[in-house]
């Protein structure tokens, strides 16, 4: 079992090696986890080229996974958002990218950071609709989940071979949130949905490895997600391994 923080670094002289160097994450923690924005890596189509013109946004993580590897600590990312040159709608952050786009990207990272970055979450509480506008459950499971994890697969499975673990996306617990187009309800019974359809999906389940679980408190702000109050974390999780 593995136990980890998410830490997002702020590419500050002296911030990074100190958040490094503390016992949280050096000592107590088997991985650190990395919020990866599509649209802050590559703002620009020029800073697709990470050795020529890479983003200080990249360059602060990359210091911070380097910090990771040192220590012995394994990394994860989670990726999100499109870059408006990326995306269908000319619009950056939760938009649709164009076909191809997506994978395109996720090639480049996991070229880039073989070896150094031992897993990937495809995308972020990607049951709700704002999270990536104007795309519905099937481009999700065949353009995000199936087609960029398999992207990373084939860079991890070139010569010299990388262990690499593949995830899905949590999901959120806002209740009066959109949901996805393509699930069925809102809530609880559209998140429902959309594990059942994961499942599902044959092509989809053989490219990853996992399927992520958010097991916050569902009454965390957002409004009780399946009607009702989850006391904590372990309850949630309780209750997920019953229903799968």
Known sequence: MH?????????????????????????????????????AVEPTKAHTDYKKNMSGYLEAIERAVDACVARGV??????????????????????????????AFTKRIAKHFKGRVDAYQLYHEVNL???????????????IFTNGGQ??????????????VISTS??????????????????AE????????????????????????????HFNGYGMMDGELIPNCWTQYDMAKQTW
């Open 3 to 39: 136990v980890g923080v998410r830490w997002q670094p702020f590419g500050l002289k002296g911030c990074d090696l100190y958040d490094a160097n503390r016992p949280l994450i050096s000592k107590h923690s088997s991985y650190a986890q990395f919020w990866v924005s599509w649209s």
């Open 74 to 103: 394994k990394t994860e990312f989670v990726m999100w958002h499109c870059p408006g040159w990326a995306s269908e709608s000319g619009k950056s952050g939760g938009w649709k990218p164009k076909v191809g786009e997506y994978p």
């Open 129 to 143: 609709q704002g999270m990536m506008n104007e795309a519905d459950m099937n481009f999700i499971m065949s353009e």
């Open 151 to 164: 992207a990373i697969r084939d860079v991890y499975d070139a010569e010299p071979t990388v262990p690499v």
């Open 170 to 187: 949590g999901t959120s617990p806002c209740q009066p949130c959109p949901a996805r187009e393509g699930l069925k309800g809102n809530g």
């Open 190 to 217: 559209a998140v429902e949905d959309y594990y059942d359809q994961l499942i599902k999906n044959s092509e989809l389940m053989k490219v990853v490895d996992a399927l992520n679980l958010n097991i916050s408190d």
